[in-house]
């Protein structure tokens, strides 16, 4: 078995404080084999921010990598955010704005989804696309993990990212099996799975400390990997209570080819 960890839309600057030795004690006790963070670590991007990102971050004792969201590049420094968007997310989190996560079976392909050109709205290019599909590894479960949904439910008033519906066509095509995203503050694990399946999973994050009331709640998930099954804990926080409530569980099978949720 392999466990991965995902995180997403910190949002430190806005962040639920009493929450952070909770969530990390979550995490840390979960003994992930890789944690991944799908963006928006800051609120406005500004160097306080980032500083308490990094010291988050640092204190995560399993190995991790991390892909910027729209949140984490200036908002009103109009020069930087055209000239130098990622520069302190480069000096507190990473220098590579791609990373990729190799344990077990398991490679993750960081893709960074932020348009410097947009505020909320997210693309894919071409030239990132080709990345992706040239890395797959035809041995291990291949995994994208990105800020930006490749696909929303209607009611979603946030335009969805430009160049995703190629992008989804083309990674199932070639083999991308899990998709993994945040953004919208809003869980989501199959609800785009057809009832005879598909190729990939997209599990969408809700935010992990992001304290706006509107959210209602905090959460992450831990994901085991065993053979063709995926067990799904997704651990949550109501906005009204002191932390995490016990994890909920979801099964996901790709026994037959196509990925499946288990109803018990």
């Not at 930087?80 to 996560?101: F, H, S, T």
């Not at 016990?246 to 790709?254: I, S």
């Amino acid at each position: 078995m392999t466990r991965l960890l995902h995180l997403s839309d910190l949002h430190f600057g806005l962040e639920r404080k009493e929450l952070v030795d909770p969530l990390l004690d979550r995490v840390n006790g979960a003994r992930p084999d890789l944690v991944v963070v799908t963006g928006d670590l800051t609120h406005r991007g500004r160097s306080s921010q980032f500083a308490r990102a990094e010291t988050f971050l640092r204190r995560i004792e399993a190995p991790l990598i991390a892909v910027p969201g729209n949140h984490d590049i200036p908002l009103y420094r109009l020069p930087d955010r055209m000239m130098q968007p990622y520069l302190r997310y480069r000096r507190a989190i990473a220098a590579n704005l791609e990373p990729v996560g190799h344990v077990g079976r398991l490679r993750v392909q960081g893709v960074n989804s932020v348009d410097t050109m947009a505020w909320q709205r997210g693309v894919l290019t071409a030239a990132q696309m080709r990345r992706v599909t040239e890395g797959i590894d035809p041995d291990c479960i291949n995994i994208v993990a990105m800020h930006h949904p490749m696909q929303q439910r209607p009611e979603v008033d946030k335009a969805l990212m430009r160049g995703a519906p190629q992008a989804l066509a083309l990674f199932e095509l070639q083999g991308i099996q899990v998709v993994l995203t945040g953004h919208l503050h809003v869980w989501s694990a199959g609800a785009f799975l057809p009832p005879e399946g598909r190729g990939i999973l997209q599990i969408q994050a809700g935010t992990a400390l992001c304290a706006r009331e509107t959210d209602r709640q905090n959460e992450f998930a831990v994901l085991d990997f065993e053979g063709p099954e995926l067990r799904i804990e997704r651990h949550v926080a109501p906005m009204d209570e002191p932390g995490f409530r016990p994890p909920e569980l979801l099964l996901f099978t790709r026994a037959d080819g196509g990925w499946r949720k288990v109803v018990a």
